[in-house]
């Protein structure tokens, strides 16, 4: 029989479950943390990582991804954005269900599930997502973080645009309902006013401020009838943040994404439709407002909503251009580079990123330093900077939009479930993630 795995990291700046930053070692056995310490003595069985100069932060949770498989595998598959999650310290994450088929039953849920057995290098979750027919799979699939609904920007059988199927979905169980919140109506008719212009930037005005509003008053009223479990996802909006700080009941959670903390309208000029999203890229008063939010818990952590697409499909002219953008690699070096020109700390990158996800998700052992919790970790080098590279990256679609930007807090090594899955631009492939479960 085997001896238990163990890992030994010393000398680390260490993140502790109260934000404070402790110099020491710690140490994982069987997929979990078993101590931490000034310092640990080794045994002769422990693999050991010298982390002088380096700071240990949990690994990222990344609440909202789209992975592409199965169906849509020439932009992204569930091993090649596994990859690129390991490169950028993320070491579980939660995945949408708009891929083909879609994941509306428990059979397609399944399905996921053992793609990602085979073949994901970190920890994997995946959303069952909501239409108009499949109320008894909302109430019984498992295991799943939560009920995705499209209440706008979607087409086919996810699109749930009318407020009596939506109110169906919420009177019935008590699972969380993640919602992406836009007003289909208005973006149906605003499309009509701005119709034969194929300039990028139109998008924001098309899917504007008020049609994200209008969906998350919607989804909030619906939430506050039946006390149902309610997260916003990706929040772009001065107004949705105004609306949370006035009216945000417990049981209420909302994300938002780097881009629309650190991209505004007017990235369309420089980068054209790669700066295409869903919800648009706002102001930079709306970036403000969101970053005032987040620093004050109104909204309650990041997610990336990586969406990957080829070049040569975001090479279309408007609206034939594909929204969304790939993040799971520069989302933690973007917002600890953001930490170090003092807009946050640390301290409140490792809550937004790791800690309150895993508590808002009901995922136990997730998130922090301590004994116990899950040896899911990521050394990163706050004291040296780099650009965001091309050539670099390993997302299949191989750009992003945050490219040339100089960053720093990139992982140096990246730990899941105790094994080294991803150390100085090399990524051990042979690791395997497990299957998240939500309490």
Same mark, same amino acid.
């Given at each position: 029989?085997?001896?238990?795995?163990?890992?030994l990291?010393?000398?680390?700046?260490?993140?502790?479950?109260?934000?404070?930053?402790?110099?020491?070692?710690?140490?994982?056995?069987?997929?979990?943390?078993?101590?931490?310490?000034?310092e640990?003595?080794?045994?002769?069985?422990?693999?050991?990582?010298?982390?002088?100069g380096?700071?240990?932060?949990?690994?990222?949770?990344?609440?909202?991804?789209?992975?592409?498989?199965?169906?849509?595998?020439?932009?992204?598959?569930?091993?090649?954005?596994?990859c690129?999650?390991?490169?950028?310290?993320?070491?579980?994450?939660?995945?949408?269900?708009?891929?083909?088929?879609?994941?509306?039953?428990?059979?397609?849920?399944?399905d996921?599930?053992?793609?990602?057995?085979?073949?994901?290098?970190?920890?994997?979750?995946?959303?069952i997502?909501?239409?108009?027919?499949?109320?008894?799979?909302?109430?019984l699939?498992q295991?799943?973080?939560?009920?995705?609904?499209?209440?706008?920007s979607?087409?086919?059988?996810?699109?749930?645009?009318?407020?009596?199927?939506?109110?169906a979905?919420?009177a019935?169980?008590?699972?969380?309902?993640?919602?992406?919140?836009?007003?289909?109506?208005?973006?149906?008719?605003?499309?009509?006013?701005?119709?034969?212009?194929?300039?990028?930037?139109?998008?924001?005005?098309?899917?504007?401020?008020?049609?994200?509003?209008?969906?998350?008053?919607?989804?909030?009223?619906?939430?506050?009838?039946?006390?149902?479990?309610?997260h916003?996802?990706?929040?772009?909006?001065?107004?949705?943040?105004?609306?949370?700080?006035?009216?945000?009941?417990?049981?209420?959670?909302?994300? &938002?994404?780097?881009?629309?903390? /650190?991209?505004? $309208?007017? @990235?369309? *000029?420089?980068?054209?439709?790669? +700066? !295409?999203?869903?919800?648009?890229?706002?102001?930079?008063?709306?970036?403000?407002?969101l970053?005032?939010?987040?620093?004050?818990?109104?909204?309650?952590?990041?997610?990336?909503?990586?969406?990957?697409?080829?070049?040569?499909?975001?090479?279309?002219p408007?609206?034939?251009?594909?929204?969304?953008?790939p993040? &799971?690699?520069?989302?933690?070096a /973007?917002?600890? $580079?953001? @930490?170090? *020109?003092?807009?946050?700390t640390? +301290? !409140?990158?490792?809550?937004?990123?790791?800690?309150?996800?895993?508590?808002?998700?009901?995922?136990?052992?997730?998130?922090?330093?301590?004994?116990?919790?899950?040896?899911?970790?990521?050394?990163?080098?706050?004291?040296?900077?780099?650009?965001v590279?091309?050539?670099?990256?390993?997302?299949?679609?191989?750009?992003?939009p945050?490219?040339?930007?100089?960053?720093?807090g990139? @992982?140096?090594?990246?730990?899941?479930?105790?094994?080294?899955?991803?150390?100085?631009?090399?990524?051990?492939t042979?690791?395997?993630?497990?299957?998240?479960?939500?309490?």
């Amino acid at each position: 029989m085997s001896s238990p795995k163990s890992l030994l990291i010393r000398n680390a700046r260490i993140i502790l479950p109260n934000g404070e930053l402790m110099i020491g070692d710690v140490k994982s056995r069987d997929r979990q943390i078993v101590e931490v310490a000034p310092e640990i003595s080794n045994t002769t069985s422990t693999t050991e990582i010298d982390a002088q100069g380096l700071t240990l932060l949990p690994g990222v949770i990344d609440p909202q991804v789209h992975f592409r498989e199965p169906g849509l595998e020439h932009k992204e598959d569930l091993f090649t954005a596994s990859c690129a999650c390991a490169k950028g310290g993320v070491t579980s994450f939660l995945e949408m269900p708009n891929t083909r088929p879609l994941t509306t039953t428990q059979q397609a849920l399944d399905d996921k599930l053992q793609r990602a057995a085979n073949k994901s290098l970190v920890n994997y979750g995946f959303f069952i997502g909501a239409t108009a027919e499949n109320l008894p799979d909302l109430l019984l699939a498992q295991p799943t973080p939560g009920i995705k609904i499209f209440m706008g920007s979607m087409h086919g059988n996810l699109l749930i645009d009318q407020e009596a199927v939506l109110e169906a979905i919420f009177a019935q169980g008590d699972r969380l309902i993640a919602v992406h919140a836009e007003d289909q109506a208005r973006i149906n008719q605003r499309r009509l006013e701005f119709a034969n212009i194929h300039d990028p930037a139109v998008h924001s005005q098309i899917q504007d401020n008020q049609a994200a509003l209008l969906a998350t008053q919607l989804a909030l009223k619906l939430a506050k009838k039946y006390q149902r479990r309610l997260h916003i996802l990706h929040m772009s909006t001065a107004e949705e943040a105004d609306l949370l700080r006035e009216d945000k009941p417990s049981w209420v959670t909302a994300e &938002v994404t780097p881009q629309h903390l /650190l991209l505004n $309208t007017s @990235a369309y *000029e420089k980068i054209g439709t790669l +700066a !295409q999203m869903n919800p648009p890229l706002r102001s930079p008063h709306d970036n403000e407002v969101l970053w005032q939010a987040l620093r004050d818990g109104v909204i309650d952590f990041i997610a990336t909503d990586h969406a990957p697409h080829t070049l040569e499909e975001k090479a279309q002219p408007y609206p034939n251009s594909p929204s969304g953008m790939p993040g &799971v690699e520069t989302s933690l070096a /973007l917002m600890l $580079t953001a @930490a170090m *020109e003092g807009r946050c700390t640390v +301290a !409140q990158v490792v809550q937004w990123m790791s800690k309150a996800v895993a508590v808002a998700y009901g995922i136990p052992n997730k998130g922090a330093i301590a004994p116990g919790y899950d040896a899911d970790l990521v050394l990163v080098d706050l004291n040296t900077y780099r650009p965001v590279r091309r050539e670099e990256l390993l997302t299949k679609c191989g750009w992003s939009p945050f490219e040339g930007w100089n960053l720093t807090g990139w @992982a140096v090594t990246t730990i899941v479930g105790g094994e080294v899955v991803y150390d100085q631009g090399r990524v051990n492939t042979q690791v395997r993630g497990q299957a998240l479960t939500f309490l």
